[in-house]
């Protein structure tokens, strides 16, 4: 793809007023409408949320309508990782860098990965990262791979967790859904990165209520 590194490396100017403010009026004011319409979103534990940006966004994924809803709830902007994939796509990549999100191989983190994300706290955003990789399904979590622990040591950063429930299902009618935002408190980096993991699960257990599974290797399959 031509544009891969253009979408994956990212300078802190970049990051800008202009972008905040798209940021600002896509997400928290059309966006949130239509959460409070559509979905009757409830947001608790607002107070958990730091106050300077050393801190990773780290929720759980159940739709394609997560990233900009907790762009809307979070009181900075937010850059959100997404899939390389995704900016081979012309009119998708217009909007995905128009949000601030950045394109990552998700095999490989490259060194640029790590560039960006220390523009992006160089330009007072902060960073958004799905643990689990890929959506997962109601009630339970599974798929998360330490690299978001990762990147939280090496850029010094603490993770906050956030469970999401209720976003899986796309509504039209207003009132005919419901979506219940809980906020966790910070989980400080560590160098024991399966630790970090363990610690988010456990914290998204109690936020959404869903149950972790591990998943199993394909010869963990085999025998079974």
Request: charged share 25%; with cysteine.
């Amino acid at each position: 793809m031509s544009n891969k590194k253009t979408y994956s490396k990212r300078k802190s100017t970049q990051f800008n007023w202009f972008r905040s403010m798209w940021l600002f009026i896509v997400c928290k004011m059309l966006y949130m409408a239509r959460l409070k319409l559509i979905y009757r979103i409830e947001i608790h534990g607002l107070e958990n949320i730091p106050k300077d940006n050393k801190y990773l966004v780290c929720p759980n994924h159940l739709s394609t309508l997560d990233p900009p809803m907790i762009a809307a709830v979070m009181p900075r902007s937010v850059a959100f990782m997404a899939k390389k994939e995704l900016f081979e796509i012309p009119l998708l990549r217009w909007w995905l860098d128009w949000m601030g999100a950045f394109a990552v191989d998700r095999e490989n983190l490259s060194p640029s990965t790590v560039k960006t994300v220390e523009a992006i706290y160089d330009s007072k955003w902060v960073l958004g990262i799905f643990p689990q990789g890929t959506r997962g399904v109601p009630g339970e979590i599974k798929g998360v791979t330490k690299g978001f622990a990762g990147l939280a040591r090496l850029t010094k950063c603490d993770i906050l967790p956030v469970g999401i429930i209720g976003s899986q299902e796309a509504k039209w009618i207003p009132f005919s859904g419901k979506i219940i935002i809980n906020i966790g408190k910070i989980i400080p980096y560590e160098k024991d990165l399966e630790s970090v993991k363990n610690k988010w699960i456990e914290e998204i257990q109690k936020l959404t209520g869903f149950k972790y599974t591990e998943e199993k290797s394909p010869e963990q399959e085999v025998k079974a």
